[in-house]
Each structure stands twice: as C-alpha cells, then as structure tokens.
C-alpha cells in the first residue's frame, strides 16, 4: 500500500482535480469549487498520511513554527487570495484605460486544452523569475526568506509565504494572461492543473515521482530548494511545472540522495526566522531588513 501511495498521490490528485474541473465544466457546474475541493482534499489526505508514513518523523514535531504556519495559511486562503481575485479584474480594466489590449496575441480561437497548456507555460515562465528574483534580489529575498525560515518541510508550511511576496508573484503570473485576453475558463484549467502539484510539494511524505520530476515541481525536487546550501537551494524554482529550470539551466535532481541534509535558511542570513509572524511580516520595515 504505501509504494502505491508513494507512485500515485501526485497523479491520482492531478487527475481528479483536471477531472472534477472538466466535469464541472461540462455541466455548468462551479469550476472554482470543484478545483477547491479537489485541492484540499488532496491536503487533507497528505496530512493523514504524514502521521503514519512520514518521510522523516522529526519533522512531524513542530520547532515552534506551527502558529507561524497557521496564520500565514489562514491569512493567504482567507483574505490576501480573495483580495487579489477581486483587484485583478480592476488592475486589468485600469491597464486597458491606460494601453492599447495586446489583442490577437494570445491563441482564443485554439483547442481548449492547448489554450491550457499555453497558459500554464506563460503563467509558469511569470512564476519562475518572479521566485528566482527573490533569491538574487536582496529585498526580494527578506520577502522569500519568511517561507524559508522553516526547518522542517510539512503540508502546511507550503503556505508560510509573505503577503507581498504572494502578491508580487500573482502579478507576473496571472495578470499577464488577463491582460492578454485568456478566458476565465483557460485560467481555471491551469489552476485546476498546477494547485494540486502545489498542495503536495511540502508534504511530509516519501513520494516517489521517477520521470514527473522533470515535469512537475515535487516535493522530491522541493526539498532540494529548500537546502541550507545556497548551491542547493538556489535551484528548482518552478512553481508547479519545471520546464523553465531546464531552459535556464537551474534543474536541480541528483539520482540516488533523498534529499538534501539541511533545510532552512543560508548560514549567511541575519533574517529574524525565529521571531512571530507578524515580526517577521513587518521585519522588512525594520534598520536591519534586506541584509539576508
């Protein structure tokens, strides 16, 4: 049982959220409900499963980040995502009002499912310079370094993201596409495709992926980025598809290493990562901020 859990979370989760979405679809249902309930059903059994079948037990004991974790989960899901969903359509109308629509760009006309595909690899592409910016950029790094300040990797810590940070990447990422004129529709199958990719790549789990690793962003590769080692750590950006860390050569996967030995932030960093939440939040305000 557990080698079929290991070989089929990640795509049994893809394939019952790609399928609900379809579903949803064809029916007039609620696309946005079924992605919903497919994704954190999909977390709430990796979180079950991390009790019994953990990748490393010690990271099933918190370090004092579990509040940490919590608020930045309920604060993202319960008001910096909702907040975003509803200025983007402005963002876009103000654009327009601002520009000429880069109409024609964007292939409306094109099967549904490469509509998708082409979506994902734009929205993608956004995500990956967007994270990888945050790692050059010292600024940008004080934002990232919140979601690097945990030493253990688990379900939820997948969340553990600063607001502006969060935000930041929307706008590289989805805002593009709306302004290209992507159809509401062709945004919801490229979260239908990548979100349940995202649920699992923190979990706890001795997930075996083999050739999806040079696909999807797992919590194999994950874990490579989140090494104490910037030689390991400023790698594997892609958000939920690695196509671009092949392109520009940031592909990080040794065969035959689990992982790497330590997970947290640089030995160089003065980042405040054991301090609360909002410390760390409001950290960028402070003298001291971006000297990460």
Known sequence: ??????????????????????YARHTGGNMELAILLSSLGALGLAMLLERTMPHQAEWNRPRGDRLTDWISFGLLAGAVQPLLKWLSPLLVVGVYGLVQPANGLFPVEAPFVLQVLLATLLAE??????????????????????????????????FRVHPLEYALKHGLSLLPLMLLGVSADVLLGYIALTQPVQMLQHVNLPLRHGWLNHVFSTN????????????????????????????????????????????????????????????????MLSPACCKA
Request: glycine share 8%; net charge positive; aromatic share 16%.
């Open 1 to 22: 049982m557990k080698n079929i859990i290991s070989w089929g979370l990640l795509p049994a989760a893809v394939l019952v959220s790609v399928g609900t979405f379809l």
């Open 125 to 158: 592409l956004g995500k990956y310079w967007a994270h990888r910016w945050h790692h050059t950029q010292p600024a940008l790094w004080w934002l990232h370094a919140l979601h690097h300040g945990s030493e253990r990797l688990y379900s939820i810590n997948n």
């Open 220 to 283: 194999e590769l994950h874990r490579w980025h989140h090494s104490n080692r910037p030689e390991e750590g400023n790698s594997n950006y892609g958000s939920a598809i690695m196509l671009w860390d092949q392109v520009f050569g940031t592909f990080h996967y040794p065969r035959g290493v689990a992982g790497p030995k330590t997970i947290g932030l640089y030995a160089a960093s003065d980042y405040p990562a054991h301090r609360s939440y909002w410390a760390q939040v409001l950290s």
